[in-house]
């Protein structure tokens, strides 16, 4: 199972940034797949998350309404669109692999996101 995130980088207050997760090595359309982050020095905070089929997604209460998360099975990649970023949003974004029950058991390296002006 390999997890690679990209797209990250520094943006100003307001702006936008659209994250990818490239998978492989695991039946990717067999998985839910989530979004979770870690501010530094604070612990990981889950983000969001997203059903197999891409039909049901759902949201940390701090994104909701900015973030959208969605996914391609045909090309095994995972999005995550964020939109009126604030310095709260400032972290290290992963990508984990889901097992049901919250549980994720692969992740990947993570693509830092930095909301500096």
């Known amino acids: 199972v390999q997890l690679v995130e990209s797209g990250g980088g520094m943006v100003q207050p307001g702006g936008s940034l659209r994250l990818s997760c490239a998978a492989s090595g695991f039946t990717f359309s067999s998985y839910g797949m989530n979004w979770v982050r870690q501010a530094p020095g604070k612990g990981p905070e889950w983000v969001s998350g997203?059903?197999?089929?891409?039909?049901?997604?759902l949201y940390a209460d701090s994104v909701k309404g900015r973030f959208t998360i969605s996914r391609d099975n045909a090309k095994n990649t995972l999005t995550l669109q964020m939109i009126g970023l604030e310095p709260e949003d400032t972290a290290l974004y992963y990508c984990?692999?889901?097992?049901?029950?919250?549980?994720?058991?692969?992740w990947g390296k993570g693509t830092l996101v930095t909301v500096s002006s």
């Open positions: 997203i059903n197999p089929g891409g039909g049901t997604t």
């Open positions: 984990a692999r889901g097992q049901g029950g919250g549980a994720m058991d692969y």
